[in-house]
């Protein structure tokens, strides 16, 4: 009987989260899911030209600037002539209009390394202020027998008992000098 009770739980469970799931993928429940703002999460359509700017790839899929102004619009029937009468100014400017970094900006490191090794120093924090509040209030005190004094003690009651003296313990004592071999 209880096992037909937890199969039974188990089916309801499975029943719910099964609707609930395809309320969330459906269109309609992704609006129900945020709660009437339309806005709260925004799709990118993956089938048109996208513009990114990485190392890896160097020609992105369109350029940096779409919307042109009437300067950069003479500027590109600038570009279609001899560019040796283009000043360098002009030719950092074309280069703006399709790319937004160039590759030594790119290639520029970031201070990225500092947030990753405060994240990992801050979990190393914490984790050790968890260890020392479990040794302090959560863990027994150590027993005795850990304390160098009980070990010494412990030594000698062994040696005074001649434990394993063929091979063992005992026989790398020297009995006569009262050292070890």
């Excluded at 190392?55 to 279609?80: C, G, H, I, N």
């Excluded at 990753?116 to 202020?129: A, N, P, Q, R, S």
Aim: net charge positive.
């Amino acid at each position: 009987m209880m096992l037909g009770l937890r199969v039974g739980a188990a089916a309801a469970a499975t029943r719910f989260l099964g609707r609930r799931v395809a309320a969330i993928a459906t269109p309609s429940g992704a609006t129900m899911a945020s709660h009437g703002h339309a806005d709260v999460s925004q799709t990118a359509d993956m089938s048109k030209p996208m513009y990114c700017d990485r190392v890896d790839t160097p020609l992105p899929d369109r350029a940096y600037k779409d919307e042109l102004s009437a300067a950069d619009k003479s500027l590109k029937q600038k570009e279609k002539g001899p560019w040796n009468q283009l000043t360098k100014e002009e030719k950092i400017a074309l280069y703006r209009l399709m790319f937004r970094k160039t590759y030594p900006e790119m290639k520029q490191p970031t201070a990225e390394w500092k947030t990753v090794m405060g994240g990992v120093f801050i979990f190393l924090g914490m984790t050790g202020l968890v260890v020392w509040w479990q040794s302090v209030y959560v863990y027994p005190p150590q027993p005795r027998t850990f304390d160098r004094e009980w070990q010494a003690k412990q030594v000698q009651r062994m040696l005074d008992m001649k434990v394993s003296p063929v091979e063992g313990f005992s026989s790398k004592w020297d009995y006569e000098k009262g050292q070890w071999k």
